[in-house]
C-alpha cells in the first residue's frame, strides 16, 4: 500500500476551492469527505496534476493562476443567440444555465449574461476561466 498519491489512484480526500481572493466554491472540509478515481475525469487534469506526490495526512494549499486553473477566458466562447433557435423546452434566466445537445450526442452548457426579447448572450466558458483558483487539500486515504 502507497502512502503517497500517484496518478490512476482511487483517494478519499478533503478538499476546498476558492477563488483567487479566497471566496469559496465549495470545500467538504465540514462534511463527509470526497473519494475519487484520479484520471476518470471527477476533477480537472490541472487539479488532479497538484495532488500527485501528496502523501496521507498532508494538507496543502495551491494557488494557481488563471492558465494553471481553467484557462483564460476566451472570447470566442461567448455567443449571442435568437431566443427562437433555443431548445424548445428552455426558458432562459439571467446568470442560469443552458444545456445544449451536440450533434454527436454530447452535451454541453452555457451560463446566459444577457438576455432581452429577440436574444441571449450565452457564455460557454467554465465559469472560473480567467481566474485564478485556491485549491486546498487534505489526503486522508489511498484505497
Given at each position: 500500500m502507497t502512502d503517497?498519491?500517484?496518478a490512476g489512484n482511487l483517494i478519499t480526500l478533503h478538499y476546498r476551492v476558492a477563488t483567487g481572493d479566497d471566496t469559496?466554491?465549495?470545500s467538504t472540509f465540514d462534511?463527509?469527505?470526497a473519494t475519487l478515481q484520479l484520471g476518470s475525469g471527477e476533477l480537472v487534469p490541472t487539479l488532479e496534476h497538484c495532488l500527485i506526490g501528496v502523501k496521507v495526512g498532508e494538507r496543502h494549499v495551491f494557488l494557481l493562476d488563471a492558465d494553471q486553473a481553467f484557462g483564460s477566458h476566451n472570447p470566442q466562447l461567448v455567443q449571442r443567440m435568437?431566443?427562437?433557435t433555443l431548445p424548445p423546452d428552455v426558458?432562459?434566466?439571467l446568470h442560469g444555465l443552458i444545456e445544449f445537445a451536440a450533434?454527436?450526442?454530447?452535451?454541453f452548457t452555457g451560463i446566459v449574461r444577457e438576455l432581452d426579447d429577440a436574444a441571449v448572450l450565452v457564455d460557454f466558458n467554465?465559469?472560473?476561466a480567467g481566474k485564478p483558483v485556491r485549491f486546498e487539500v487534505e489526503i486522508i486515504g489511498i484505497l
Open positions: 503517497t498519491v500517484r469559496e466554491l465549495v462534511s463527509t469527505p435568437a431566443r427562437a426558458s432562459p434566466e450533434p454527436g450526442g454530447d452535451k467554465h465559469p472560473l
